[in-house]
């Protein structure tokens, strides 16, 4: 909405593609973490802890995380732009959406790391915490 509501500009069209397109995929990631974690139980209670068919529905479940945080890492970052740069009358809707977004890539990286628990030193742990970082970050400046 605060894309929308913005001046026209060549920069704002940008932002209206870029959140569309995080809005689209956002909107997918919803299914597919559900489907993946009943994958990842499923395929578990049919092979075992350590099968390599659990070790791959993991992987699967934990992609769905990553995907999120990163996207909510990108939503922090077109809305902390917004937020200052764009239509005044919508800052409070860009901030908000914003640090919602700083919050769901936290939590998605909560995830990623409860998820790899038993795998140590898993570098998308650090991915995911990087992101996150990168989110809270843009929130984070919006309070100046």
Same mark, same amino acid.
């Given at each position: 909405?605060?894309?929308?509501?913005?001046?026209?500009?060549?920069?704002?069209?940008?932002?209206?593609?870029?959140?569309?397109?995080?809005?689209?995929?956002?909107?997918?990631?919803?299914?597919?973490?559900?489907?993946?974690?009943?994958?990842?139980?499923?395929?578990?209670?049919?092979?075992?802890?350590?099968?390599?068919?659990?070790?791959?529905?993991?992987?699967?479940?934990?992609?769905?995380?990553?995907?999120?945080?990163?996207?909510?890492?990108?939503?922090?970052?077109?809305?902390?732009?917004?937020?200052?740069? #764009?239509? %005044?009358?919508?800052?409070?809707? +860009? *901030?908000?959406?914003?640090?919602?977004?700083? $919050?769901? /890539?936290? &939590? !998605?990286?909560?995830?990623?790391?409860?998820?790899?628990? #038993?795998? %140590?030193?898993?570098?998308?742990? +650090? *991915?995911?915490?990087?992101?996150?970082?990168? $989110?809270? /970050?843009? &929130? !984070?400046?919006?309070?100046?």
């Amino acid at each position: 909405m605060a894309a929308r509501f913005a001046a026209d500009s060549p920069a704002n069209r940008d932002s209206i593609a870029a959140a569309e397109r995080l809005r689209a995929h956002a909107t997918g990631l919803a299914g597919a973490d559900v489907a993946a974690y009943e994958r990842y139980v499923e395929t578990r209670r049919l092979h075992g802890k350590q099968s390599p068919q659990t070790i791959e529905a993991l992987d699967g479940a934990v992609d769905v995380p990553m995907q999120v945080t990163d996207a909510a890492a990108e939503v922090a970052t077109l809305a902390a732009t917004l937020a200052k740069d #764009g239509n %005044p009358r919508l800052r409070g809707d +860009a *901030a908000t959406g914003c640090w919602l977004a700083a $919050a769901a /890539a936290s &939590a !998605a990286a909560v995830l990623v790391e409860e998820n790899l628990a #038993g795998i %140590p030193d898993d570098g998308r742990v +650090a *991915a995911a915490r990087a992101s996150a970082q990168r $989110a809270l /970050a843009a &929130a !984070a400046g919006l309070d100046g």
